[in-house]
């Protein structure tokens, strides 16, 4: 794949960053403390939350994507494959049912207020990771409200009251960068076999314009117009069906690049109004890592990652456990 950059890189030999002893000191003083790795989608969340886990390595991820939590679509909702998890405890990855009720921000901040109570329990320490800031949101303020989204009021409805002690890091990269690394990987998502995927997911009964739950996942409403056409289980395509098929797929596509760039772009207005809300967001620029992918497409990106993400996040970790 030629992305595979920014997805966390098997464990190296010689990984410049040592773990001091100073990290094992910090351990047991960190009980009510969270780290929360914030971005928009595709800015390497998973690869930093790997790498830090690795570093800090009595900790557990907390998915905060609110189509990942759901069992079903890996490739299309991009879920870490378990091979790159490096063994690293995963919650809220794939654990809830699709079919039931759609999982919502409440229900977020239940189940995964209750894992930070059990991981900070085994000492350990809890990283949230994902690019739903309504359910980064609902989880970590003190008063939540559930029948409100704060994101769709004005600004001063977001508070900074916050239940634990949290150590933000905001992954920001250049939207013109990130843009074309999303299009690139939408592209790598269709030969890792989304097609299928989609196909295997499709429902006619169920495709409706707003679907709930895992169905509104960026690739099911796209793919699902497609299908309705041309149904999976139609076979290839008939007579003259050919070129209409074709421009009938490439509108699914380019219909899935779009909207995937539209939500980032509504993730980064997201983060910025709750920097601006006084959350203490803590920005580390990945644009050159990803400037290195996307006009390479080589691996090359890997060092300026360790220079430029990695190196400052693990300095803000460490200062923050140390507190
Ligand atoms: P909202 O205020 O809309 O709840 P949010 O920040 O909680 O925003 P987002 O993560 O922005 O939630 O997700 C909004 C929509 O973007 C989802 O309903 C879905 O259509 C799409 N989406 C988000 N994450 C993914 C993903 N991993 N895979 C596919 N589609 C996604």
Same mark, same amino acid.
């Given at each position: ?38 971005? %928009? ?64 921000? %409440? ?109 509104? %996942? ?33 509108? %699914? ?71």
């Amino acid at each position: 794949m030629r992305l595979s950059i920014l997805q966390p890189q098997p464990q190296r030999c010689h990984h410049p960053i040592k773990r001091s002893p100073r990290m094992d000191a910090s351990f047991h003083r960190r009980k009510d403390k969270v780290v929360v790795i914030m971005g %928009a989608t595709g800015s390497g969340k998973s690869r930093l939350s790997i790498d830090l886990a690795t570093l800090f390595p009595f900790s557990e991820i907390i998915n905060s994507d609110k189509m990942q939590v759901y069992r079903g679509l890996d490739i299309t909702t991009n879920k870490i494959p378990l091979a790159q998890r490096r063994g690293v405890p995963h919650h809220l990855l794939g654990d809830v049912d699709p079919s039931l009720p759609e999982f919502s921000p %409440a229900d977020f901040r239940r189940r995964a207020g209750q894992l930070i109570t059990d991981i900070t329990r085994r000492d350990n320490l809890p990283i949230v990771v994902g690019g739903s800031n309504s359910f980064v949101h609902a989880l970590l303020v003190q008063d939540f409200h559930p029948h409100s989204n704060v994101f769709n009021h004005h600004e001063g409805l977001i508070s900074s009251e916050l239940r634990y002690r949290c150590c933000f890091l905001w992954v920001d990269i250049a939207f013109p960068v990130l843009s074309q690394y999303l299009r690139d990987r939408v592209d790598d998502m269709l030969h890792s076999g989304m097609v299928d995927e989609l196909a295997q997911f499709f429902d006619p009964d169920a495709s409706r314009p707003t679907g709930s739950g895992l169905r509104k %996942a960026i690739g099911v409403p796209e793919f699902d117009q497609f299908f309705n056409k041309y149904p999976p289980w139609a076979g290839p395509a008939g007579p003259g069906e050919g070129p209409l098929r074709e421009r009938a797929y490439e509108e %699914a596509v380019r219909a899935i690049k779009e909207n995937t760039c539209e939500l980032a772009e509504r993730q980064m207005g997201k983060i910025e109004r709750l920097k601006r809300a006084g959350w203490d967001l803590r920005r580390i620029d990945a644009t050159e890592a990803f400037r290195v992918v996307v006009t390479s497409g080589s691996n090359n990106g890997s060092d300026v990652w360790e220079r430029q993400v990695l190196e400052p996040s693990v300095k803000i970790v460490k200062r923050f456990l140390m507190e």
